[in-house]
């Protein structure tokens, strides 16, 4: 074969990995949808959505409670985790020296390569006594430390080694020769953070957070460990809750054996699926405004 048919070739089969790679989440949507058809023929989507009764025996399958657990929890956790990967991002990039800003990128390099289970051991000694003990008095509450605060927190610690190096290189991106200009002009550095480099690096730092907002979302074995895993809707980030994740670990391989059961759980993980796709979607409207904004 001649160069214009090995190239031919080499198109046709990038190409079908390409395709094989976006069909791969219609692929699960698919499955996802079969196997919860059962539990949603049975109960309706209305029953399903805003029921807070879980009750497996009685037939019973309200995932409201799952639903707002797992929202509540990530959110406190991107609400920890955000200012803070930002601003280490800002004094790394803009006021430290190489030396320690070298320091700091293996450490967090390093913290980037611990399982979550270990994330969840070290809730459970530290974080937990110390909100039981400290946070929550604090606030006039009372709980057991394993909570939404809990959870939030050790959340926030896993998604900062991803969000803070994707911030710190977005940052380090941005001319030389744009702060150059801001200085010329009489600017001082944090102003020339605040007006040129945030402002150019806008959407690349919003990208950041919505893949912090992914890892977290999804986070299993350390939420399992420290959330208390109660399925009733909390009044407060100081009660138990039981996000979704939680409950497709906790309940999936024991009740493979009960067909409603195993519905229920799947549907579960759609609506895990679901709420990720609706954030990514409206994350990157958001993001394509920016970058419109922008130019």
């Not at 074969?1 to 190239?7: L, P």
């Not at 879980?54 to 657990?69: I, R």
């Not at 991002?89 to 390099?109: C, H, M, N």
């Not at 074995?221 to 909390?234: D, I, L, P, T």
Request: overall charge neutral; hydrophobic content about 55%.
């Amino acid at each position: 074969m001649d160069r214009k048919q090995v190239d031919s070739w080499a198109a046709r089969v990038m190409k079908a990995f390409a395709i094989l790679s976006a069909s791969i989440f219609v692929l699960i949507l698919l499955g996802l949808l079969s196997k919860s058809s059962l539990i949603m023929g049975k109960e309706g989507l209305p029953e399903l959505l805003f029921s807070s009764v879980w009750k497996p025996q009685a037939g019973h399958f309200g995932f409201y409670p799952f639903v707002t657990g797992t929202v509540i929890v990530t959110a406190l956790a991107m609400l920890f985790s955000v200012p803070a990967c930002l601003l280490c991002a800002i004094y790394l990039t803009e006021y430290s020296s190489p030396q320690f800003r070298s320091t700091v990128k293996g450490g967090v390099d390093t913290l980037a390569g611990i399982p979550s289970v270990i994330f969840g051991l070290w809730g459970i000694i530290f974080i937990v006594p110390f909100v039981r003990d400290y946070v929550a008095p604090a606030f006039g509450y009372e709980t057991s430390g394993y909570c939404i605060f809990s959870a939030a927190a050790v959340l926030a610690v896993m998604v900062v080694p991803i969000m803070l190096s994707i911030m710190e290189d977005i940052l380090l991106s941005v001319p030389q020769n744009l702060r150059e200009a801001s200085f010329a002009l009489g600017a001082t550095r944090w102003q020339t953070m605040k007006h040129v480099i945030l402002a150019r690096s806008a959407h690349g730092l919003f990208s950041a957070i919505i893949l912090g907002f992914s890892r977290a979302f999804g986070e299993t074995m350390a939420v399992v460990m420290v959330v208390g895993n109660v399925s009733s809707h909390a009044n407060s980030v100081f009660d138990p809750a039981y996000p979704l994740t939680a409950l497709i670990a906790n309940t999936y391989g024991e009740m493979l054996s009960i067909p409603v059961f195993e519905s229920a759980v799947m549907f579960g993980a759609l609506l895990l699926l679901i709420l990720v796709v609706v954030f990514n979607v409206l994350a990157r409207m958001m993001l394509n405004r920016l970058k419109a904004e922008a130019c």
